[in-house]
Structures are given as C-alpha cells and as structure tokens.
C-alpha cells in the first residue's frame, strides 16, 4: 500500500511531464526541413482525398473558386510564415519550446486565422451583395442573406475545419522542423 500524502522526490517528473510531446525542442536549421513541415503541413488528408472523388469544377473563377483549392492555398502561404514566426518567437529566459507547445500556437493561430479570414469573406460578399440590388430594400435583403448564410452558419464551420487543419500543420511542423534540444546545462554553483 502506497501513501500518498508523502512528499514527493522533486525530480521526478510530474505526470504532464511523462505525456507524449513535452520533450524540449529547437528549431530545425536546415531549409530543407522548413519546405518539406510546410509542403505537408499544407497538404491536409481529408482536403485532399477529396480532389479525386470531387474534382473542382471552378478553379480560379473569382468567388466561385472551389473552397479547397482556396484551402490549399491559404495553408502553402500560412504555413511558411507561422514556422518562421515561432521559430523567431522568444521564450521566457529562452527556454526551449515542446513539441504540445508549438502545436498548441498553430492550433489557437490557425482557428483565429480561420475565423478572421471567414469574416473578411463575409464583409467582402455582403459589399458586392448590397451594390447588385437593385433597390435599396432588395440590396438590405441582400446583405442579410449574406451575413446569416456567410456570418452566423459560416464562422463556426470555418473556426472546426481550421482548427483541425491547424492541428495537423503543428503536429507536422513540431515533428518535422523541430529537432531535441540539447539538456541544459547543469552548474554546481
């Protein structure tokens, strides 16, 4: 029989510690590393076995631009700028990141990104939708289809499908542009 209102040895570690992903990580040197965690950091699975059971009939024809591709396109540009952002970012007493640590900002960045990026969408569709009526009643009915199709059903579906992509891009970036981090030096005195 254990007693647990023992004190505990101070250098064990806790049971945090212990989960998958809290080892200390550096940033990767190589260039290579960066292309390759962004290549497939961008190439999110169920965006892209989706391409050939539905292939996109639009692909860049102004606001009917299949949603994948636009997708696709926004995860190639974001990633590169997030792995050169965080490996810029600095820690307090530059202690090294973990692994949960870095997919813990992509997924928090990814949803506001995904969040910010629906709401320019919805601002830019219900603009155009309020010049093409042809009536000033006609162009308020308008912009409320717009906002409540793209707005109030639009944001939530954008904030699940950009966490989970930002979920797989930070477990792709902290495992391909992360390396261990050399064990910190331990003086005497």
């Not at 940033?27 to 169920?46: G, T």
């Not at 601002?123 to 000033?136: C, D, R, Y």
């Not at 950009?162 to 981090?181: E, F, H, T």
Request: hydrophobic share 50%; charged share 10%.
């Amino acid at each position: 029989m254990t007693d647990h209102s023992a004190p505990q040895n101070p250098n064990t570690p806790s049971i945090i510690d212990r989960f998958p992903g809290s080892e200390r990580v550096t940033p990767r040197k190589s260039l290579q590393a960066k292309i390759i965690a962004s290549i497939v950091a961008a190439a999110w699975p169920p965006l892209l076995l989706t391409f050939p059971f539905w292939p996109p009939h639009n692909l860049w024809s102004g606001l009917d631009t299949d949603w994948r591709i636009i997708l696709l396109a926004v995860g190639l540009i974001a990633a590169p700028i997030a792995i050169n952002r965080l490996a810029k970012a600095k820690r307090p007493n530059n202690a090294p990141w973990t692994r949960r640590a870095v997919i813990g900002r992509y997924v928090i960045y990814g949803g506001l990104l995904a969040a910010c990026l629906q709401v320019l969408m919805t601002l830019a569709l219900a603009i155009v939708a309020g010049f093409a009526g042809e009536s000033f009643v006609q162009a308020l009915g308008a912009i409320e289809t717009v906002v409540l199709t793209f707005g109030v059903i639009g944001v939530p579906l954008a904030l699940m499908v950009g966490v989970s992509y930002a979920l797989w891009g930070g477990i792709c970036v902290a495992y391909i542009a992360y390396g261990k981090a050399a064990p910190p030096i331990r003086r005497p005195f």
